[in-house]
Every structure is written in structure tokens, then in C-alpha cells.
């Protein structure tokens, strides 16, 4: 079911980020023998590289209705109605009320974790460190088929008809990225694009779309001469008919990254946080869902520490490593680059990203 107006939207979205600092009345006053690189909300005391469930009981929560989002790599409202015969499952399967809620950025999804008002939700790639490290997300599963967990490729693509043959030739040009704590749209060029002649910040200044379809559409329209985007979505977009793929040309194709991560909050009460995973992996996608995800049918196990580790060493190696420092900087860059497309958008259709 579609969440209804008995949430208010500004209330659920519009989150300080001093509630970074504010929430340290948590775990950080408890005796933590290990917490790495979590937020001191939390403790890491079997050193999984996730926050733990609270040790005292009293803290577990147990809400009467489950909310949940999903990562706003696209347009969020697209995934309204495709998850639909999910969440449906959910709330019969768990037994609560279920209602999905679109988030409009990565900070805002995370926020809402680390504030109480997502019970559990759809991490892209990127953000999925933040989220657990400054949210207390648990992630727990990826979508797959079969026994295999599926992943994408960071791809820069160009129109097709440019002349645009390779990274280098692309200095000095008008690139897009999507949005600060993006991992392909990103963080991943800035680590990967240099040792094949393209520097970001150097031999170009990184324009953030706001999101890979914002991105796609924009080399389509000649707003952007190449954009950095996510494989998943770059195909969904040609599978949908919202762009034709012979109107593009994929100048490189990195190795494969893991795809959206599913994660709970740490501190739900463990026996309603197992429930939560077994209706996860009891569900089988739809056919309107098969063919939105690329063929993926079904959600898979994963844990953070093993199939995020490529993730953490991008993140480390780009200076954005997963801490309170960098979420406070990406999440004011990613408000920054938001204000100015808000303005662009005011002033009128003429006027370019």
C-alpha cells in the first residue's frame, strides 16, 4: 500500500544534520568495547563492521506500522506502484501495517533511519556506508536471480554520434556525476577515471545531475558530453523506452560493484528483524518486477563486511571514507548541488544544469 497523508511529508523528510550530534545520548554513554568507523550512537562489539542490537531490551522498538524507502537513484515515484506487490507481501507476511515512503535524496533516506522514521529501506551502492555507519542500518540483502547475487558497472557513456572515443578525450568537457555520495556516479570515477587520463576536479568540473537518470537524459539532450552513471539503471531506462541505446555509445565499463543494498535499523526488536528477512527472501519478484530489475527474481543473503568491501576501498581510496566528517561535507554538497538545480529550474527551460 502507497503511504497516505496520515505522515506528514515535511516532517518525515526535512531533518536537521545536527541530529548527527544530537543522538550520541544513545550507546555512546554505555560501556562499547568496539565501534570502528559507526557513529558513537552505536557499538560494534563483535566487530561484524554493523551496529548492533541495543543490549538493553527496553530500547528494541516494535512499531505497529513499518515504514520503508527505497534508494532515489531515479525518480522515487517510479518505484511506488512496482513495489507494490512487495510491500503488499510484506504486511501480510510480517503481520504490520506496511507503507513504502519516496525519499527525494541519499542524506534524506539516511536521516530518516537514524531518526526513527524508516524501519528498513533500499541503500544504493554509495550511501549504504553512510547509512550504516551514521544511521545504524544492518544490511541483509541485495536483489538476485537464482543463487547469484547481481551487481552493475560504472559506464561512461556518450551520444552516440560525438566524437568522443575514449576518457581523455573528454577534458575540458561538460561531465556529469550524479551526487556526492554516489559510488558509480562519483566516487568510483575519481578513483578509476584518473589512471586512464581523466581527472575529476582537474581535467574537468564534475556537474551533479541529482541522479543517473537525470544524468542519461542529459547527454541525451547535449546538456552533459559524458556522464558516469550505474549499469542498472542505464538499462532499465533503454528497457522502459525512456532512451533508445543506439543513441548512445559506452566509452568504458568498469568491473562490477554491488547493487542496492536492503538493510534494517540495528535497533528493531531481533525477533521482528528476522521476521522482516524471512518474508525478504520468501518473496518472488513479479513479472512488472523481473523485467524493471533487469531479470533479477528474488532478494539474496549478503553481509556489509564481505560484499561491501570493494565498495569501502573505493570510498577510502576517493577521500570520501565512510565517517561523520565526509557525511556532514557530501550531505552539504548534495544539498548545494540541489539548491542550484532548484534554481535552474525556476528560471526557466532555457536555462542549463
Known sequence: MIFKSTFSYSRFFILPTALLAASSFSLAQDACPQRGQLDTAYCDANNDLVADSPTNKSKHRDPST?????????????????????????????GKKTVYYPVQSNAAEIEAMRSGRLHFAGFSTGPTGFAVNMAGAVPFAAKGVGTEVRGYNLLAIVKSGSSFQKLGDLKGKKVAHTSPSSNSGNLAPRVLFPSLGLTPDNDYKPMMSGGHDKSILGVASGDYEMAAVASDVFDRMITRGTVKKEDFRIIYRSATFPTSSFAYAHDLKPELATKLQQCFFSFRFTETMQKEFNGDDRFLPITYAKDWAVVRDVAEKSGTPYNKAAYEAESKREAEAAAKRAAAAAAGPDKKP
Request: net charge negative; glycine share 0%; with cysteine.
Open 66 to 94: 513499518l515504514v520503508w524507502a527505497y534508494t532515489p537513484v531515479e525518480d522515487p515515484a517510479v518505484y511506488a506502484n512496482i513495489f507494490k506487490p512487495f510491500t503488499d507481501h510484506l504486511e501480510k507476511c510480517v
